[in-house]
């Protein structure tokens, strides 16, 4: 069973910086995609940002020139990063690690975000 690794949440102001980072224990040709979802209190699941294997990206409107996701892969390690600027109190929420494999995926236990002054 695949884990997932996160960390990089916190507590930053308006107009801050802050980068997630989630590590998991397999080689990149096992992955189909990885994506970063977010929960704020009281709203749905959505998608924040997703790469693939081929390093083809897509992002939510609402974060489209603020955030990057991107991957680093190592021998059995493959770590997804998003890169999160210009923070607004609306970003505010948990983020979640999500690993899209051949048939199967796996998530990541979620880091909190919270962005205000």
């Known amino acids: 069973q695949v884990q997932l690794v996160e960390s990089g949440g916190g507590l930053v102001q308006p107009g801050g910086s802050l980068r997630l980072s989630c590590a998991a224990s397999i080689t990149i040709f096992s992955i189909n995609s990885l994506a970063w979802y977010r929960q704020a209190p009281g709203k749905e699941r959505q998608l924040v940002a997703s790469i693939t294997r081929s390093s083809r990206t897509n992002y939510a409107d609402s974060v489209k020139g603020r955030f990057t996701i991107f991957r680093e892969t190592a021998e059995n390690t493959v770590t997804v990063f998003l890169q999160m600027n210009s923070l607004q109190p609306e970003d505010t929420a948990v983020y979640y690690c999500?690993?899209?494999?051949?048939?199967?995926?796996?998530w990541g236990q979620g880091t909190l975000v919270t962005v205000s002054s």
């Open positions: 999500n690993l899209q494999l051949i048939a199967s995926e796996v």
